[in-house]
């Protein structure tokens, strides 16, 4: 486990307690810092459903480059695990969980966008709880209407090519959202260059996976014995 200090913990929570002062007063659903390299907000994706997203920009990024610069919208899996908490400060961010920058952040080669994906994970949430998500596809749509609302108020995002990036239950919100995400463009309601579509890890068929166990298992359980006799 990652422990934090007490100072670290207080300026990784700063972004959401501003964030949800802006959302209360209805002032607006994204702020970020001043030179933009990161933005964060909330989306109302259904009435009174709300997600939470974290954008880095790279400072690496080249803007008129021979291929163009890629965004990478990282999934985590769980179900119900935070992309922003343990994607972001755990695997790929620009800092750890101290805050110390990270010498392998992904942030190197692409820009980064977090998402607490479904409602109710991490930073979202819903007003009443009837509003969850209950299938991998009502997950994908309000993700898509995310995606929606962000490259519609940003039109410099969508000369980025989107690659969907997700690890283990997140698998599946990746096939899915990349579907519906296609539908979307092709219906002219999403201006988004997808990129394509990356599975690490990802919790795709639990019987085949569990299958292919019992092989390192059977041979653990051998070696076990072997040490009791």
Not at 72 to 85: E, T
Not at 184 to 190: D, R, V
Request: glycine share 10%; hydrophobic share 40%.
């Amino acid at each position: 486990m990652v422990k934090t200090s007490p100072a670290s913990s207080a300026r990784l929570l700063l972004p959401l307690v501003l964030c949800c002062f802006l959302l209360s007063v209805k002032i607006c659903i994204a702020t970020g810092t001043a030179d933009g390299s990161e933005q964060w907000g909330y989306v109302e994706v259904r009435p009174k459903a709300h997600l939470f997203w974290w954008r880095y920009r790279s400072p690496q990024r080249i803007e008129n480059g021979s291929t163009p610069w890629p965004t990478v919208l990282w999934l985590q899996g769980g179900p119900g695990a935070s992309g922003v908490g343990l994607g972001n400060f755990q695997e790929i961010g620009p800092l750890d969980a101290d805050l110390k920058p990270r010498k392998s952040t992904w942030l190197q080669k692409a820009d980064l966008l977090f998402v607490d994906n479904p409602v109710g994970t991490g930073f979202s949430y819903v007003e009443e709880e009837s509003l969850f998500a209950r299938t991998d596809v009502e997950a994908a749509v309000d993700l898509t209407t995310l995606l929606k609302k962000l490259y519609g108020e940003n039109e410099s995002w969508r000369n980025s090519p989107l690659f969907i990036v997700a690890e283990s239950y997140g698998g599946k919100y990746a096939v899915t959202v990349a579907l519906t995400i296609v539908e979307a463009i092709k219906a002219g309601e999403l201006k988004l260059k997808l990129g394509g579509v990356a599975l690490g890890d990802s919790w795709i068929s639990p019987e085949d996976f569990v299958a292919s166990l019992r092989g390192p298992f059977a041979l653990l359980t051998r070696v076990s014995s072997w040490f009791k006799q």
